[in-house]
T-cell receptor, first 112, second 114 residues
Framework: SQQGEEDPQALSIQEGENATMNCSYK?????LQWYRQNSGRGLVHLIL?????REKHSGRLRVTLDTSKKSSSLLITASRAADTASYFC????????????FGKGTLLTVNP | DAGVIQSPRHEVTEMGQEVTLRCKPI?????LFWYRQTMMRGLELLIY????????DSGMPEDRFSAKMPNASFSTLKIQPSEPRDSAVYFC????????????FGQGTRLTVV
């Protein structure tokens, strides 16, 4: 069963705008990860944030984590057409349940 | 490193036939995962191995599904007999460790059972 749930399911923006995707989860976690999937391809890891971290940056990506609300957000700044893809959050379970559980993803379309 | 390699990329088979999907993880990675992706259910973890030993197969949907990892560089996922509802994209992924580590995914095998 899915642990993370992304919102919105689909997002369409213009090139240059910022894109924000959200992820909510239900149980305790060790970490939360964001992955990207281009159409017909495998998933590519973007960023990992540990449960004791609140914010992390990587290039144009900014991830926040609020464990009290069991939620995370992924912000892509100055989006490009090449950012068009599906974005998934994955939670690494708490305790000894380390395996990654994925949400169903947000389909981001960046229009040139 | 070439990354995680899966074969075949596409497989079309008739209902009732045996299907074998193959995966070569990244060298040095001690965890291997098999996932299934469908529109309805998203990405589901089927089974994962640590040092070639199956650790958690609770996601394997039925006895028709089996997975093996005879050595550190090769794993198979077998469906016998296959059914149309098994149609999906099957991904293999590997990682170095399990806690707070990223997973590296293969390109997937798109399986169509007719």
């Amino acid at each position: 069963s899915q642990q993370g749930e992304e919102d919105p399911q689909a997002l369409s923006i213009q090139e240059g705008e910022n894109a924000t995707m959200n992820c909510s989860y239900k149980t305790s976690i060790n970490n939360l990860q964001w992955y990207r999937q281009n159409s017909g391809r495998g998933l590519v890891h973007l960023i990992l944030i540990r449960s004791n971290e609140r914010e992390k940056h990587s290039g144009r990506l900014r991830v926040t984590l609020d464990t009290s609300k069991k939620s995370s957000s992924l912000l892509i700044t100055a989006s490009r057409a090449a950012d068009t893809a599906s974005y998934f959050c994955a939670t690494g379970g708490g305790g000894s349940n380390y395996k990654l559980t994925f949400g169903k993803g947000t389909l981001l379309t960046v229009n040139p | 490193d070439a990354g995680v390699i899966q074969s075949p990329r596409h497989e079309v088979t008739e209902m009732g036939q045996e299907v074998t999907l193959r995966c070569k993880p990244i060298s040095g990675h001690d965890y291997l995962f098999w996932y299934r992706q469908t529109m309805m259910r998203g990405l589901e973890l089927l089974i994962y191995f640590n040092n070639n030993v199956p650790i958690d197969d609770s996601g394997m949907p039925e006895d028709r599904f089996s997975a093996k990892m005879p050595n550190a560089s090769f794993s198979t996922l077998k469906i016998q007999p296959s059914e149309p509802r098994d149609s999906a994209v099957y991904f293999c992924a590997s990682s170095r460790g399990l806690l707070n580590t990223e997973a590296f995914f293969g390109q997937g095998t798109r399986l169509t059972v007719v």
